[in-house]
């Protein structure tokens, strides 16, 4: 048995040789994930006898290090992606100066819904509206983040001010759509006139949230107290929140000592959890750009 797990760290010191801890991008998530995969699939040699009894621990212990009790929550804005989806829509299809002008009588959801029959009355097509989606960049460090803690086994969702529809055709464009398990954000649906409408996700007047810290349409520390409840206590899952705006104040207030949350740094989430320090009980760590959440996350779901 003592040769054997020789073996077994000659294999891992080959492995971690070519993965070095700061080379590159190259973190300790990927040598947990190559010294799962690898020696099933031929792409590294470990050098050990013990493929079936490896393949039987690491596909079940490694996927669970800091992953398969991790649930990480997603803002969308600023967040997973680096710019605000809204005005660059309208921005590329040229009404910027209409959406201006309304913004000081609309909140910005019906805001939102205005601009799109506006579009439409100007000839703009749902068609036209995908294909500006789709020239929103994604940070290759945010698609590699959100891999890596998909492949360690996180519960991937998406908490987020924007709509389904712009959502779902950015994450379909880049083929990220199929590593959230949920999407909460404001419904979005095209009607029989082809135009693209967008709801509140909590009514204004039907069962509104009555949360102050919120605006009026969605309140996500409601909806962090949903997702929570979801799970049974005895699972104890520990939540990771990505946020950057106002909005992502009150879900943060929500996570426990275990918890984690990573604001955007000079963003109002980051000015909120600063300057009330009492009401927070999750970590926070702070980040500016995609590679900074890639470098968090690593760290975080380390064994």
């Not at 020696?39 to 006898?49: D, L, M, T, V, Y």
């Amino acid at each position: 048995m003592e040769g054997i797990h020789n073996k077994w760290m000659e294999g891992e010191r080959t492995v971690s040789s070519l993965f070095p801890r700061d080379h590159g991008r190259s973190t300790w998530t990927d040598v947990i994930c190559l010294r799962a995969y690898s020696n099933f699939r031929g792409s590294i040699n470990i050098h050990s006898p013990m493929t079936h009894l490896k393949k039987k621990y690491l596909d079940g212990h490694c996927r669970s290090i800091g992953g398969m009790d991790t649930v990480i929550l997603f803002d969308f804005d600023h967040t997973l992606i680096d710019c605000n989806s809204d005005p660059w829509v309208v921005n590329q299809l040229g009404a910027t100066q209409l959406m201006n002008s309304l913004m000081r009588v609309l909140p910005w959801t019906s805001l939102m819904d205005r601009m799109m029959l506006e579009l439409h009355q100007q000839g703009k097509t749902v068609g036209d509206i995908e294909q500006s989606l789709k020239t929103i960049p994604v940070c290759l460090e945010m698609i590699r983040a959100i891999k890596s803690a998909h492949s360690l086994g996180c519960d991937l969702r998406i908490v987020s001010d924007a709509n389904s529809f712009y959502i779902k055709t950015i994450l379909e464009n880049y083929d990220l759509l199929q590593y959230f398990s949920e999407i909460h954000t404001n419904p979005a649906s095209v009607d029989n006139d082809g135009r693209l409408r967008i709801f509140p996700y909590h009514s204004y007047t039907v069962a509104a949230h009555g949360c102050e810290l919120c605006p009026a349409n969605m309140c996500k520390g409601a909806i962090v107290d949903d997702i929570q409840r979801s799970f049974l206590p005895e699972s104890k899952k520990r939540f990771i929140y990505l946020g950057d705006g106002r909005g992502d104040f009150c879900p943060s207030l929500k996570l426990g000592s275990e918890d984690h949350v990573l604001a955007r740094q000079e963003y109002p989430l980051w000015k909120l959890l600063g300057q009330n320090p009492d009401l927070v009980k999750a970590q926070v760590h702070s980040w500016s750009n995609a590679k900074d959440v890639e470098d968090c996350l690593s760290k975080l779901l380390m064994p």
